[in-house]
């Protein structure tokens, strides 16, 4: 009877020991299931909108580089945020700032204005500024390349009087540059939604000077203007941005005769008259 129960005993504790494996696999088994449920589950939905891809200050003319697309979560996005797929950067292109716009900020309609709208001039002119718009063509406008942001100088291309007083001398003309690196802050350019071909403007807007803007008045009733596109990087060798904002304009001029060798370079005159050098009976003029 005793050698019974210890057998009973014995089969009694390696039942419970096997269920209790059992038991502990199962539970394993189970665990590694919702870990990965866990981790197949799919991560919050996300949207990307539009943010400052550096930082924008007041008044800046923005570029499509100056944008760029981030990845924002679908609950924390703004109503005003422009999202991916509504509108591009390029569509910006010529857009103000309103107000400063840090690094990583979305962009929304409150916080840029668009070329045409109320307050865009106010929001790019800088302190002291005036806004002008002279007429440009396919060739004074640099075939549609001048676009907001981008600094000019302006260029006059006219007719000199002729001098002399006999009728023998003919009319000659010449082009200088009256006004160095302007800003341009609008052009009237547009895209043709149809070939996707760039449509010269007819109009510039540019930021100057009151001084600045009577030369250009002026200079607009004497001949052509044409701009000159400048490069980002300054050159020591160029009048300053300071002697452009004072005014000046002691620039470069060319005459017609530097171009065509057939043509006779205008008499020197001084005070407006021309200087002729009287020897014994012969004449220099």
Same mark, same amino acid.
């Given at each position: 009877m005793r050698a019974r129960t210890l057998i009973l005993f014995a089969v009694a504790l390696i039942l419970a020991g096997g269920t209790a494996v059992l038991v502990r696999s199962f539970l394993a088994e189970k665990n590694v299931e919702a870990e990965a449920k866990a981790l197949a589950k799919p991560a919050a939905m996300q949207k990307s909108v539009l943010v400052a891809r550096g930082a924008i200050a007041r008044g800046q003319i923005l570029k499509p580089q100056d944008l760029s697309w981030q990845a924002w979560p679908e609950g924390e996005i703004n109503k005003n945020y422009i999202q991916s797929g509504t509108r591009?950067?390029? #569509?910006? =292109?010529?857009?103000?700032? +309103?107000?400063?716009?840090? =690094?990583?900020?979305?962009? #929304?309609d409150a916080k840029i204005v668009s070329p045409? #709208? +109320? &307050?865009f001039l106010a929001a790019v002119l800088r302190p002291g500024m005036r806004a002008i718009s002279v007429p440009v063509t396919a060739t004074s406008g640099i075939s549609g390349f001048v676009f907001p942001g981008d600094?000019?100088?302006?260029?006059?291309?006219?007719?000199?009087? =002729?001098? &002399? &007083?006999?009728?023998?001398? /003919? @009319?000659?003309? =010449? #082009?200088?540059?009256?006004?160095?690196?302007? +800003?341009?802050? &609008?052009v009237d350019q547009k895209l043709d939604s149809k070939n996707g071909e760039a449509l010269v403007a007819h109009t510039a807007t540019l930021e100057v000077t009151p001084k600045q803007s009577e030369i250009i008045a002026v200079a607009a009733e004497m001949g052509k203007l044409s701009l000159s596109l400048r490069s980002l990087a300054p050159s020591p060798t160029e009048n300053s941005t300071a002697d452009a904002a004072a005014g000046d304009n002691q620039g470069t001029f060319t005459l017609d005769s @530097?171009?065509?060798? /057939? /043509? +006779?370079?205008?008499?020197e005159t001084k005070g407006g008259l021309t200087i002729t050098v009287l020897r014994g009976s012969g004449r220099a003029g």
């Open positions: 591009t950067p390029d #569509s910006f =292109a010529g857009w103000v700032a +309103r107000d400063p716009i840090a =690094a990583g900020d979305p962009i #929304s045409g #709208s +109320r &307050g600094q000019v100088d302006i260029l006059i291309t006219h007719q000199l009087p =002729a001098v &002399g &007083g006999n009728g023998g001398e /003919l @009319e000659h003309k =010449a #082009s200088e540059t009256v006004l160095h690196d302007v +800003r341009v802050i &609008g @530097e171009v065509s060798q /057939l /043509l +006779r370079r205008p008499p």
